[in-house]
Structures are given as structure tokens and as C-alpha cells.
């Protein structure tokens, strides 16, 4: 007889409805001049970003109620599996680019990355396939405790790199999908090895994209990332005005409102370096107090990881905690030019309707686990 279903983890609900608030009141001051200068309106931005917020509050709500289990179904799994893929080489074929990119579809009026949802499937398809597989004892199984789930991260993370030129989100699927192997208990030494091997062929992929005529940017995303001053007229104006913007902050801020870096100085500030407005405007001790609530949050899907019995929920719990905390990680690391620049945005805070909605139900999925802990 199953357990009778706890409640949902509120401090993990309040945590995310605070960062929320921050992140919208940021991201209507840091669109606002560019929303002006576009369309007339300093309010466009702001107002799609919560229709976009209300589809994704809808569809937490949805996989909050749903018993996740029901998604363990391994014939489910993998005709999603071999559906994310169809989907993520025909966004090449059949999908928007802008550029050097092809990461975009258009429905209606509307143009949604696929991958921010291929996220999400993959996350699950791994907790299922490596439930499954200790259900049957066979997790230190060589080949499929560790050679099939490897190859199943590693083809869709190359298919997302290789047909949408999307480094960022095929990097955050492989890494997660590894946290996923090793959490399950897979054969680490087999794991290891396989993954020598995989990280030579992967470089020697990327290094051949580097050279090509797609993905020739990044070499010098790398220039500017070590020398960032030397290419502001350039390819380094985002990065410095970046750091311009961190700088200015000071203790206390320049107030919500007043920053100058967002008024034609970062480029679509909206986007990836919101963050940089949100330290601009309210200075060191408005980022720490995020910061903490980051880590409050990604603590707390930590915990929850940790009290689930079973597998399959303690892997998607791990899997959902693992590509926030490497996308929040990732954003402010980019935002402070500690990694080179790259298209991570940053979790309830960033412009964009794929991200938020994605980002929301994964909230909603764990918040769907906690209240399924004891079971």
C-alpha cells in the first residue's frame, strides 16, 4: 500500500516566487529602453514575459498534480527519446536562423527553442532508462549501465551541436545526463573510460566547428574573453559593458531604475546579461541576497533528491537541481567573464518565453517529487 502523499516543498515554492518577483521588476527595467526604441512601447518585453510566465505557471501546475512515475514507462521513453531527436536536427531544416544558428521554430506569432524542452525530456529519459536498468539489476552492466545511456546523452548533445550550432545546451544535457550516471551508481571505472574517449572525439568535433565557417565566432568569443578591452569597438563591446555595468554597482547601486549601461550600451540587455543591470542597479548586497537565494533553491532540490526513495525520482530530482544550478552557474560565470560569452540565460530572470517555461516546469516537477518523497 502506498504512502499517503506529503505536502509540496513550500520553502523550495517561496524561494522561487521571490526570485521570480526580483527577476521580472529586473527584466522591466532592463527592457524597458530597448522595448522603446523598437516598437514605441517600454512595456512589450515586460507584458510577453508574463504571458509567457502564465503558460508556464499553467504547465507547472499540470505536472505538479500528475504522478511523474507515470513517465517511467521505458516504450514512452524512448519513442520521446527518438522524438526529441527527429526534432532536434529538423529545427536545422525546417527552423529559424539568426546568427550563424538554426535554434528557433516559429508557431503563429510566436518562435520557441526546441532544445529548452529537449532539456527536460532528456532528464527524464535518463532517469527512466537507468531506474529501469537497477530494477533488473543490471546498472554495473558495462553496456547498458553505462555505453547505451552514454550514447544516448552523447547523440542528442551532438545533434543539438551539430545541427542548431548550440554549444551551450548540448554541453548542459551531457553534463546533466553524466550527474544522472554517476548519482545511479552506473560502473564509474567503465564510465571513466568511455568518457575519455568520448571527451577526445567531442573536442576534436568542436575543434573542427571552431574552424568552420559556422562556428567560427567562437574563436573569437575566446579572444575577447581574455582580452576583453582590447576588442570593446568590436567584438568585445557586450563584455566590457558587461563589466562596466558590474563595476558600477558599487555597495548599494545606482537604484532600481538608473542604470545607463542598459540604455544602448549591452545589447539586448534583456537577455543573457540581465544580470549585469540587475548588479548595476542595486549594487554587491542585491547580488548576494540572489546569489543566497540561488543557492537556498538549488539546496533544497538537493534535499528533496535526497529524501526521494526511489530512483527514478531521485534522478529527475538530481537531473532538475544539476542543469539549473550549471544554468545559474554558467550565466553569472559568463556575466563576469570568468568562461568565455555563451548563450546560457539565466533562470527566472532572463527574457526569453522557452526559458521561462521550461525553468517553471521543472520547478513544477520537483515540486511534484517532494510531495511524493515518502513513497
Known amino acids: 500500500m502506498r504512502k499517503k502523499k506529503g505536502n509540496i516543498d513550500y520553502i523550495l515554492l517561496i524561494v522561487s516566487i521571490v526570485l521570480f518577483a526580483i527577476g521580472i521588476v529586473t527584466l522591466l527595467s532592463a527592457s524597458a529602453p530597448e522595448s522603446l526604441k523598437e516598437t514605441g512601447n517600454s512595456y512589450v518585453y515586460f507584458k510577453k514575459q508574463l504571458l509567457f510566465t502564465t503558460i508556464g505557471v499553467v504547465c507547472a501546475l499540470v505536472i505538479s498534480i500528475i504522478d511523474y512515475r507515470l513517465f517511467k514507462n521505458i516504450k514512452l521513453l524512448m519513442f520521446g527519446y527518438l522524438a526529441m531527436l527527429a526534432i532536434a536536427?529538423?529545427?536545422?531544416?525546417?527552423?529559424?536562423?539568426?546568427?550563424?544558428?538554426?535554434?528557433?521554430?516559429?508557431?503563429?506569432?510566436?518562435?520557441?527553442?526546441?532544445?529548452?524542452?529537449?532539456?527536460?525530456?532528456?532528464?527524464?529519459?535518463?532517469?527512466?532508462?537507468?531506474?529501469?536498468?537497477?530494477?533488473?539489476?543490471?546498472?554495473?552492466?558495462?553496456?547498458?549501465?553505462?555505453?547505451?545511456?552514454?550514447?544516448?546523452?552523447?547523440?542528442?548533445?551532438?545533434?543539438?551541436?551539430v545541427f542548431q550550432n548550440h554549444l551551450s545546451a548540448a554541453i548542459l544535457i551531457f553534463a546533466t545526463g553524466l550527474i544522472q550516471m554517476i548519482i545511479a551508481g552506473v560502473n564509474f571505472k567503465t564510465l571513466f573510460t568511455y568518457g575519455i574517449i568520448g571527451t577526445a572525439l567531442s573536442s576534436l568535433i568542436i575543434f573542427k566547428k571552431l574552424q568552420s565557417g559556422t562556428g567560427g565566432f567562437r574563436q573569437a568569443r575566446l579572444q575577447v574573453w581574455l582580452k576583453p578591452f582590447e576588442y570593446i569597438k568590436t567584438t568585445g563591446w557586450q563584455t566590457a559593458q558587461g563589466l562596466y555595468a558590474l563595476a558600477s554597482g558599487g555597495i548599494l547601486g545606482v537604484g532600481l531604475g538608473n542604470s545607463k549601461q542598459k540604455n544602448s550600451y549591452i545589447p539586448e540587455p534583456q537577455n543573457d546579461f540581465i544580470f549585469a543591470i540587475f548588479s548595476e542597479e542595486v549594487g554587491f548586497i542585491g547580488v548576494v541576497i540572489v546569489i543566497i537565494l540561488f543557492l537556498i533553491l538549488i539546496s533544497r532540490g538537493l534535499l528533496i533528491a535526497n529524501n526521494v526513495k526511489n530512483l527514478f525520482g531521485k534522478l529527475i530530482a538530481v537531473g532538475i537541481t544539476s542543469i539549473l544550478a550549471l544554468q545559474i552557474i554558467g550565466n553569472l560565470a559568463v556575466v563576469s567573464n570568468t568562461i568565455p560569452v555563451t548563450g546560457i540565460s539565466l533562470p527566472l530572470f532572463s527574457y526569453g518565453g522557452s526559458s521561462i517555461i521550461s525553468v517553471l516546469i521543472l520547478l513544477g516537477l520537483l515540486l511534484n517529487i517532494s510531495k511524493h518523497a515518502n513513497d
Open 89 to 161: 536536427i529538423s529545427v536545422r531544416f525546417f527552423g529559424i536562423s539568426e546568427g550563424g544558428a538554426a535554434r528557433w521554430i516559429q508557431i503563429g506569432g510566436f518562435s520557441l527553442q526546441p532544445s529548452e524542452f529537449i532539456k527536460i525530456g532528456m532528464i527524464i529519459v535518463m532517469a527512466g532508462y537507468l531506474a529501469n536498468l537497477e530494477e533488473k539489476n543490471q546498472l554495473k552492466n558495462p553496456t547498458k549501465g553505462v555505453l547505451i545511456p552514454l550514447g544516448l546523452i552523447t547523440v542528442m548533445s551532438g545533434s543539438i551541436f
